[in-house]
C-alpha cells in the first residue's frame, strides 16, 4: 500500500478556501486516491476520490498532478463546521478486497 | 438503503474483564468488514479486516481478536481487557471495488 504524507495540521479564516495536499510517492498504477472527514466522536466520512486530473463534487474538487504522486483536497469558502480531521488513503482498489488504512491526517481549524 | 449497527455507544470495564462489541451491516451483501481503534487525539488503527464469513486478517498483534459468524455481523473481543485498550472502537464496511467506506457510530471504551 501507497504510504500518504499530510500536513499534521492547517489554519484557516471563514470563507477562505483551503488546500490541503498529500503525499504518495509510491502509488501504484491501480490505486485510487480517496479523502474523509472526521468530526470529533465520530467516525469518518467519504468526501471525495480521483484517479487522476481534477474531480469536483458538491463539497470539495480533487487535484491530482499527471504523475500522480500528489493529491490537492480543495475546500470553497469553508465555516467553522468545516473545522475537522481530513485524511488522504491510496491504493484500495483491486479486484480483491484491499485493506482502508488511514494515515494520521490534517487538523484543520476553520477560524471566525 | 445500507445501514450500520454498532453498539454499545459507551462501555466502561474492568481491567482484565471480557469484551464483546458487536457491528451489523443491513441492506448489502458480501460487504468487507473493518474494526478500527482510535486513541484520544490520534488517528485510526486498523485492528481487523474481513473479507468474508470466517476470514479475518489482522493488522496489528494485540490483546484482542476479532470474528464474523455471519455476512454482515463483525464482532471484535477480548478475553481479558487491558488499561491500553481503552479507546474509540469504529466499524466500518464497504464494497470491494469501491472506495468508499461506511462508519458505525463507534463505541467509546474506558477500561479502568
Known amino acids: 500500500l501507497a504510504k500518504t504524507t499530510q500536513p499534521i495540521s492547517m489554519d484557516s479564516y471563514e470563507g477562505q478556501e483551503v488546500n490541503i495536499t498529500c503525499s504518495h510517492n509510491n502509488i501504484a498504477t491501480n490505486d485510487y486516491i480517496t479523502w474523509y472527514q472526521q468530526f470529533p466522536s465520530q467516525g469518518p466520512r467519504f468526501i471525495i476520490q480521483g484517479y487522476k486530473t481534477k474531480v469536483t463534487n458538491e463539497v470539495a474538487s480533487l487535484f491530482i498532478p499527471a504523475d500522480r504522486k500528489s493529491s490537492t483536497l480543495s475546500l470553497p469558502r469553508v465555516s467553522l463546521s468545516d473545522t475537522a480531521v481530513y485524511y488522504c488513503l491510496v491504493g484500495f482498489l483491486s479486484g480483491s478486497a484491499r485493506q482502508l488504512t488511514f494515515g494520521s491526517g490534517t487538523q484543520l481549524t476553520v477560524l471566525p | 438503503s445500507q445501514t450500520i449497527h454498532q453498539w454499545p455507544a459507551t462501555l466502561v470495564q474492568p481491567v482484565g474483564s471480557p469484551l464483546s462489541l458487536e457491528c451489523t451491516v443491513e441492506g448489502t451483501s458480501n460487504p468487507n468488514l473493518y474494526w478500527y481503534r482510535q486513541a484520544a487525539g490520534r488517528g485510526l488503527q486498523l485492528l481487523f479486516y474481513?473479507?468474508?464469513?470466517?476470514?479475518i486478517s489482522s493488522e496489528v498483534p494485540q490483546n484482542l481478536s476479532a470474528s464474523r459468524p455471519q455476512d454482515r455481523q463483525f464482532i471484535l473481543s477480548s478475553k481479558k481487557l487491558l488499561l491500553s485498550d481503552s479507546g474509540f472502537y469504529l466499524c466500518?464496511?464497504?464494497?470491494?471495488?469501491?472506495?468508499?467506506?461506511?462508519f458505525g457510530q463507534g463505541t467509546r471504551l474506558t477500561v479502568v
Open positions: 466500518a464496511w464497504r464494497y470491494s471495488y469501491n472506495t468508499e467506506a461506511f
Open positions: 474481513s473479507v468474508g464469513i470466517g476470514q
